[in-house]
C-alpha cells in the first residue's frame, strides 16, 4: 500500500511537472531583425522555478526567465530553456525559427556618367542593391523618395557631387550610404571658350 502511495506521488509529480512545462511558452521581443540586434528571451506562464539554463544560438547561460543575446550576422535561432522545478524535476520549453536574423542590406548603384558638363546634361542612376525593395536618393541635396529603381537627374551647379542612397530590402531592413565626390560637373564650354579668346586677344 505504501509503494502504491508512493508510486502515485511520483506519478501525480511527474505529471505535474510536464503540466507546467506544456503551458509555458519563450516570448521573444522581436521575431525578424536585421544585424546588429539584441533580442530579448522570456520564459512565459510557468511557475515554481529555481533554475533557468538558456540556449539562444551563443552556448549555454544559466540565469532568470528573461535572457538577452546580441547577434552580428544573419542565423536562424531556435531558443531552449530548460527549467528545474521546486521539486527537483526538469523539463524543456522550446520555440523553433524564434527568431530570424537578417544582414542589413548594403546600398549598390551605378551611374550612367561621372563627368559632365553644366547645363542640359543629366545622368541616371540605377540601383543594384540586392534583394532591394524600395529605396530613396538624395543626390547634391535633392530628395527622391520612395521612387522607382532608376531615376534622372540634372545639375544646378559645378563642382564634385555626393550621392547618397537609401535602401529598404524585402525583409525590412534597411540603410544608408554616402558616396561622396563620385560626379565631376564642369563649367560648360562656352564660358571656357570665352576666357581662351580673351586671354589670346591679351596676348598678341
Known sequence: MKSVLVFTIALFTCFASYSQCDSAYIEV?????????????????????????????????????????????????NAFVEITLTNGSKCTVRKDSAVIIHDKPTPQYALSRNKLCYGPDTITLFDYTPNSKSRSWVVDGTSYSNVENAIS?????????????????????QAVRQFDKVVDVYPNLKFLLEKAVNHFMFVF
Open 153 to 173: 537627374h540634372n545639375f544646378v551647379s559645378v563642382g564634385k557631387k555626393d550621392i547618397s542612397l537609401i535602401v529598404t530590402d524585402s525583409n525590412g531592413c
Open 29 to 77: 521581443s522581436d521575431q525578424q531583425v536585421y544585424a546588429p540586434q539584441i533580442v530579448q528571451f522570456k520564459l512565459v506562464n510557468v511557475s515554481n522555478v529555481t533554475s533557468f539554463k538558456w540556449n539562444t544560438g551563443k552556448g549555454t547561460v544559466v540565469g532568470a526567465d528573461t535572457v538577452y543575446t546580441c547577434y552580428d550576422k544573419a542565423i536562424i535561432i
